[in-house]
């Protein structure tokens, strides 16, 4: 095995850490929506956006390890 297969090895069980963590990070977004929803509130809570914001960033750096290398 090269080099490069043992980075693309590499790469690959980090971008599934990722794709996990960005799984974690939506379910727990869900949870606020609900807990929010459930105490009447009308608006989105502010940690919810964080969350999401924060999901958005680790699914791009899991895509961003998914891409082809460009040699």
Do not use: N, W
């Not at 960005?22 to 379910?27: G, H, I």
């Amino acid at each position: 095995m090269g080099r490069g297969a043992e980075v693309a090895g590499e790469f690959d069980d980090i971008r599934e850490r990722l794709e996990l963590i960005a799984e974690e990070l939506a379910d727990l977004g869900m949870q606020r929506l609900r807990e929010s929803i459930d105490a009447g509130g009308s608006e989105l809570p502010a940690d919810e956006r964080r969350l999401a914001k924060a999901r958005r960033a680790v699914e791009k750096a899991a895509y961003v390890l998914r891409e082809p290398d460009d040699h």
